[in-house]
Structure formats: C-alpha cells, structure tokens
C-alpha cells in the first residue's frame, strides 16, 4: 500500500479512489451491477476499474473477477451491490484486501429491519478500518474525481455545490435537476442508513474541500443531531451550508416516518439549532439550489447597501418589497450617486433606489449603471433586473452586464433577473455561464441574495474576517 | 351603425372589435404606431384595419387615411398613438364618427403631471359615449379576438387566464413569459392612467366572460379601492381572481409611488380586504401563474380529502409539509382503499398517504393509482409526483397519467410534479398540453391546489353550489 493511501483519511479515499471494485457488477443492462459500471465509465473516470462478479464475466468490455481477492494490484474503494445476505463476507474480504472505503449500494438492512445484519458491517468496518456509506444508498460523484459510481443518471452537470440527501429518489433526480437547470454540484451522496458515515463526516470533509463552495444537505432526521449541529457551526465558518430539513409539520413528519424512519422531532428546535449553527434553512429544492448556485459563483455581500438597477418599474416595487421583507438592506442612493444615474436614463426615470432606467433602457446605459454600482465602494451588493421590452434585446443586455462586469472585476454580489419569454431565458443561461446567477422572477433573486447577507452576519458575529476589498469599503456588513 | 354595437357595451365593443382604426399608424419599424399595425396584422385580427397618419401614407400595405373621418366604413375601435396634445382632438373625431371604445397608447398625461390634459380626454369620452382605456399603455391584447393591439410582443399564447396590469413594463415581460412557460392568456390589459375604465370595470367584464377562467392583476395601488373591492367580491363568486399588489413594505411603497404615484395604503388593510372579498393574493408572479394555470385547467377540488401518490418517499413528504402548511387537507387512507394500493406497489411501499409506489413504479402503477384515486368518490383531489430515476422514462409515465385521467373522465382537482432533468422537463410539457398542471417541484404544485381551495371555501361559505359530481361524494369542501 501507498503513503498516498495512508496519508489520505477513509473520506479522503472515497472521495478520490485511484482504483474502484464493483462488486456485483453485471452484463444485464437492466441491473443496477451494470448502471454502476456503466455510469462510472461514462462519467470518464481515469483511475483503475474492476468488475467482480461470481462467474467472473466481462462487463461492458472490462476483464472481471471472481472476488476482489483476485484483483491483482490495490483497490482504494469497493462499490458493493450484491443482495443483502452477501454484503458482509464481501467487506471482510474487501477489508483483507486492504480496501479503506466501502459504497454499499445494497439494501435490506436497517430499513427492514435487520439491525443485526448492518452491525455486522459496522464491526467489520471498524476491524479493518475502512469508512463505509450506507448500506442502501444509489452511491457516490465527484466531480474533481470524475466518479460518477451512482445508479442514478450517467450525466451530472459540474460544479462547485455539495449536495448531500436522505433520499434516494430526490439525489437522482436532482442529478437530472442539474443539467437541466445549469447548476453544478462538486459531488452528490447518498446517506442511506448511515451505518458508519453520517452526516457529519461528509460536511466535515466538504468544508475543506477546496471545489466546494456551498454544501445542500437534504435531511429528514440527524442520527447524532448533535454531532451534526457541532460540524454545522464549524462549516458554516467556512463556506455556507444550506439545510433542507423536512417533516415540518405532522403530515410531513408521519411521512418521513414512514419513508426513512426518521423521528423528525419538534421542527421549531431544529430551526432555531440550524440558526444558531450558521446553517441557512431553505424552504424547497428550488430555493436550495438558488442560494447554493449564487454562494458558489459569486462573493459575498460587501456592505449593507444593495443597489436595484431595472428598466420597469413594476419589478423594482417588487424587488424592493422582496428585500425589505427578507433583510437585504435597501436605502436611497447618496445624491453625488443620483446625479450620475440621471445621465444614464430619461427624464422621466428615478435614481433613488430602485434605479429605474425606465424600458427604453438599451446596452449601454445597463453596462454604465453595472459599472457605477461596482465601482462605486458605498454598494455592496448589486441587483439587476430587465423586463422584456419590444425594443430592446436581452441577449445583447446580458451580454453588456456581464462584459461589464468582468472588465471591472466583481468584489460584490451581483444578481440578475430577467422577466420575459424565450429570449430571456435564452440572456439568463449566458449569464450563469459567464458566473452570473440569474433568476426568472425578482423575488427568487433577491431571496437568494437575502440567504447570503444572512451568512455574511453570521461570519461576522462569529469573528471571520469580513471580506477583503481593494477600494475604501464605506461600510460593512453589519454582524 | 348596426344593432349589433348599439347592444353592446363599450368594453364588449373594445374587446371584440370588427373594425379597428390606428391613428399614428407608422411605415418606420421604430416606431410605436409600425408596431401597433404591426402586432395586429400578425396576431391574425379578421376585421377590418385602418391605419390613420397626417400624410395618408400606406402602412405594411394598407390603405391608410389622414383622419377617422375619411374612413369609409363603421370603425369600433381607436387605437391612438399621437403625441399627448394631439389626443384631445383625435378623440373628438372618433367620437364624431361613432367610435364606440379607443386604446390611449400616448403618454404624457396624469403621470407627468399634465391633469386637464387628461380631463379633457375623460370629458369628450363622456360626451361621446366612449369607453377610454388608458392613457399611457402599451395596449390590450385579447384571444377570442385574435387582436395583439399592442406595441409588445408579437406572439402570445392563448389560454383561459386575464391578465391585467397596472406595469406596462411587466404586462409586455409576461407575454413573452405565456410562451415560455405555455401558460395560456385569455387577455392581456394595460391600465395605464385609468382615465376612464379602471381595474373594477375590467373585472367586471372578465367575471362575465365564457373565454376566461381565472382573472390574475397586478396592482399597485387602487383609484376607487371600494369599486375593486366589490367588483372582486361578486366576480370571486363566478371565477378565481388572483392579486399581485406589490408596494406591500415602506421600500416597495416608496417605489411604488415613484413608479405609478400609487399611494400604496396599509398593507394589513389591502390584504384582508382581499381575503374578505375571496380575491386570492399570490405573493410573486410565479406564484400568480402557478395558480392561475391550474384554475383554468382543472375543476375545483370535490371534498377535504388530497391524496398524494409519489414514486420517492422525501418527496412525498415535503408535499405532505407543504399540504399541511398551506390547508390542504391530507389524511390517512381508509383501510380497503390502502389494499387496493398495496396491489400496485413492492412490499416496501407505502399506502398510507403520500401513498408511495416506490422508485420501481412504472406506466402501469401510476395510470392505476390515478384511477383509483379519480373513480373513489372519497378522494376530492390528487397530487401526483415523480422523481426521475434511472430506470423509469418520464415520458411515458406522464402520457399513462394523462390517458388514464381521460379515459376516466375528471372531475376533481389533478396537479402533478416531475422532479428531475430535461426528460421530466419534456414530460411536464406534455402534461399542460393535455390539460394537466404540471411543477417542477412539489411546493408549488401544493400552492396552486391550497389556493384553489381557498377559493372553493370562499365560495361555499357565500352559498355558491359546490361543484357537482355523477358519482356520491362522500364529503365535501368544507366552508
């Protein structure tokens, strides 16, 4: 065995194998055995791959073994899928390999329950001391490894969040949610049971991970929720964490129940835990994923002045009800600042806050307002929003806002939203391409710019340093 | 003038026109007057079209006139956009010619603060006997009519939903919006400066007619509030009226008032004088849509009794959270209904409700489960979920859910969410298609039914009839 090996942590291990058994992997295409292999081949994974199954049949081209035992050089993680009975015998062996990590895809374990069963494998981990995920899981990508060893789907889109999920069903899916959505994700894990590692084990490592920015963990009840808690406060230190916690409610709960087993406990506890914790409670997937895919592209919030910039009225009103309600900070512009607005926009335009470039609004006045607003150090944050005129182009407006944004260098929060039909859409996918977050509606916008100046207050409160910036910074972030 | 024009009201004559005159009618493409003829032409209006301009000059290959006067035959609608001190006159020459109803585009009005200028429009319309909407919009766009006389955008997908809004920014946005998200508009109405008809009468208008299911306004502020609020208590009565009001916090007012020198009043008051009224208020547009969507898709839920069947247990329970939340009444299934569930699902299932059929559900378990759910007069609504998994094509389960509900014939409330990627995307595409609403998550899926039942409460409790059904409805809504 390598010091590689023996320098890295089981996680460590897991997370970027150099070699991978599946053991129970198939020819039938219908089986999960084969989607494993399968997806892990797509995904373009350039370590080594051993299928082993008892007949020792080639799949999908690759030479196979009857045990890992057989496998001539090291294995770093085994990918176990082989019914339940079997799964303990194939770790020891895996263990006497000398294997540190273990996906036990498998179920038929505690969620039967067969307690016995998965403590077998706990105390087998634990002899050879290897990390185990699961049993009952759909398994386990890494972008920067290019593992994709789930049976879930073989297209994941990459990126820089963490998403971390009880459920099954919901990891897959959101594996699909990604590319259809544009919002990367560094990794995706299954829980499952949480024989051996839980939760907590997985943000720990997230939260040094360098190609992680934020981590989503979709929960429906903590097994050491303590545990949980403790790596939450220390996470949040560093990069967000974003908690969808489910079984709210007594409809929901009994559902959980039914569906993980998870005693969800009194929701108003784990609120305020999570709040206390730095951790930023999202109400549903898609807000989940809308704060995560700002937190990952764009740094956080300067100071306690955020900036509206649109061509409609209408959507300013509703963007600057959304901030109000949800603690993004919103005051008049400074009059110096109005006075340079007023240039960009007809008379009959407003250069308070919202700054309304009113529709006749073309490139050039949105690149000079996006310029104003990031050079300027009194704004902290910045919102952009456009409704779609007959007029004026979208894709050229998005084009503008982000040429000027990269020509000055972005040390603040910039959001977008644009309101309209094909071509928006067609505006905001290059602006998430080129880092900047768009939404479809103002309101989603401002709520995930809303989650982030939640975050920065923690940071503060908490000692982190506020973020650094060339310019003389008016103000801060208030803790 | 025909008997026709003289039995109807100047609104019916607005919206269902045989013949339109544009005066500031353009040959340059840049302007507002090329657009209006524009948008008319392609949007496929069958009566007749007379472009008015000074020079006489053929607009897009009509035969144009210097005046309304020289117009040969009956003109029912005006179309104005000439510069604001001209309108006076051209409306004084429409009203000569019997023109029954105009759309004012021009601004420079109230909103300038050019008062007598815009009495003066209101004075001639009265003596006249003229319907005036405007001044200051971008148009009106009505379905039925095949008539886009606006200056927004050229297509627009029809439907069953009004929309009417006092933002001309955000009403032209959301005809882009109805195509990319197929949400069908029955109309679409720019209040502008409500000279004459205001939100009241529109209503009015919208509450009576068979080409509209659900009424959706955004407002930010009322001219007569008490008109609104008894128009939206007898339309409440016959059709769901959805309210966007924004200005709702000191930084949305302020805009507000900037924006369309709306005084914004108490929040507190507007929304219980809404909630009074059985006016639904939606707290973003989305949302608005969301709702609107499925009102004029789906009949009203049938009794207090929503199930839930999903494919993936963590998301079966954040609908159950989001059913208890927001009102919809979930309960556990009666014992012989839950066997007969059971029959369609792995023992690891569930039939409680959610009912989950498990990632192994196929075609036929859902079309089942749906028929069970739509022939069991104990059930009054159905949320239907699924999570993408790699073995299961969302295509071809959306096309098993759709043709069990048609050949079932439905009669209470469907909604439907497929969580995943591009697969489950074009999956949902075909369920609005055939008439059943679709979500990208469970939430907003939940929100939409919550608000149809609030609105079937409001109803009851006003004595209307609950919808009727063949079979015995074991309960109903409750008031």
Not at 69 to 89: F, K, N, T, W
Request: proline share 5%; net charge neutral.
């Amino acid at each position: 065995m390598s010091d590689r090996v023996f320098s890295m942590s089981g996680l460590e291990v897991m997370f970027s194998p150099r070699s991978i058994a599946v053991v129970g992997a198939s020819k039938n295409p219908k089986k999960i055995g084969y989607e494993l292999v399968s997806n892990i081949l797509t995904g373009g994974y350039e370590g080594k791959l051993y299928p082993v199954n008892p007949e020792g049949a080639d799949v999908m081209g690759l030479k196979s073994y009857t045990s890992v035992r057989q496998i001539p050089g090291e294995v770093d993680l085994a990918v176990i899928a082989v019914p339940a009975a079997y799964v303990p015998d194939v770790l020891m062996e895996c263990g006497e390999k000398g294997i540190k990590a273990a996906l036990i895809i498998s179920s038929g374990f505690r969620e039967v329950g067969n307690l016995d069963l998965e403590e077998r494998l706990v105390q087998t981990a634990r002899k050879y001391g290897m990390r185990i995920l699961g049993p009952n899981i759909f398994g386990l990508y890494y972008a920067p490894s290019k593992m994709n060893a789930t049976f879930g789907l073989s297209r994941v889109f990459p990126g820089r969040i963490a998403f971390v999920t009880q459920s099954g069903a919901l990891g897959i899916a959101m594996m699909g949610w990604t590319n259809l959505y544009r919002i990367g994700v560094s990794a995706v894990v299954s829980m499952g049971n949480k024989a051996d590692i839980e939760e907590a084990d997985v943000l720990d490592f997230f939260s040094e991970d360098r190609n992680t920015g934020a981590v989503l963990m979709y929960i429906e009840g903590a097994k050491d929720g303590r545990r949980l808690l403790d790596s939450m406060r220390r996470s949040s230190l560093k990069k967000p964490v974003i908690v969808l916690k489910s079984g709210r409610t007594g409809a929901g709960a009994s559902a959980a129940s039914s569906h993980t087993g998870s005693l969800a406990g009194s929701d108003a506890v784990y609120d305020a835990a999570f709040r206390q914790c730095g951790a930023l409670r999202a109400s549903d997937l898609a807000q989940a994923f809308d704060w995560a895919k700002l937190m990952t592209l764009q740094p956080p919030p300067l100071n306690d002045n955020c900036l509206i910039i649109t061509n409609g009225g209408g959507v300013g009103v509703m963007a600057a009800d959304a901030c109000e309600e949800s603690g993004v900070p919103i005051r008049q512009l400074p009059e110096d600042l109005q006075l340079e607005f007023k240039r960009l926009m007809p008379v009959f335009g407003n250069s308070k806050n919202p700054v309304d470039l009113t529709g006749q609004a073309y490139e050039e006045s949105y690149a000079k307002s996006v310029e104003l607003a990031l050079k300027d150090p009194r704004i902290g944050s910045v919102i952009v929003l456009y409704c779609q005129t007959a007029i004026t182009d979208p894709v050229s407006i998005a084009k503008a806002i982000a040429d000027g944004c990269e020509a000055h260098g972005c040390e603040k929060t910039v959001v977008t939203s644009f309101i309209g039909g094909t071509q928006c859409n067609e505006a905001m996918q290059k602006l998430d391409e080129r880092g900047m977050p768009s939404y479809p509606i103002p309101e989603r916008a401002v709520s995930a710019l809303a989650a982030y100046y939640r975050w920065q207050r923690y940071r503060l409160k908490k000692g982190q340093p506020s973020p650094t910036t060339s310019s003389q910074a008016a103000s801060q972030v208030s803790p």
